[in-house]
């Protein structure tokens, strides 16, 4: 009886063993380096070089905002004589400071928005090539490499599953 038990029970641990395997078998999973794909579309060095033309436009003028701040300060500094004066004098100071804080997040408000308008479309149109490569050769899953914040989530990987190539030929690149 032990034996027929030990038996079945060998022969049903096979039998899952080998549905896993051809479970796992089926299921394509790839992933793309998207970052590393934007980077080789002229598009996007494009986009780059606009966004830092802008960035750097934002910051000289922000710098020139800060350097008159301190210049009134400054001047402030030299001819404020009385307790009236001080009040007054940090009072208009706290009014051109809570000024140049907006100026600077309608600054960043204005930069992020033309960063979605120029990039927005580059990353639709590789989405859409990743669906494709997806489709064509039986992937059911596809991960980007890397987030945001250049962190991978991919600890290890098979070789084959980086289709990041397939993704640039579809692109045409």
Partial sequence: MRKIILSLSLLFAFVLFQNNQATAQTLKIGYVQVDSVASMMPAYKASSSELEG????????????????????????????????????????????????????????????????????????????????????????????LDGTNTSYILYSAEGTDITNLVVKKLGL
Wanted: charged letters at 30%; zero cysteines.
């Fill in 54 to 145: 802008l960035q750097k436009v934002i910051q000289k003028n922000l710098q020139g905002e800060a350097q008159k701040i301190q210049a009134r300060q400054a001047e402030l500094e030299k001819t404020v004589t009385n307790e009236q004066q001080q009040q007054a004098a940090q009072q208009e100071l706290q009014t051109l400071y809570a000024k140049f804080e907006e100026q600077q997040k309608q600054a960043e408000e204005r930069f992020n928005k033309k960063q979605n308008d120029l990039l927005f479309p580059i990353y639709s149109k590789i989405r859409e090539a990743i669906k494709e490569v997806g489709k064509e050769n039986g992937y059911v899953l596809i991960l980007n490499e």
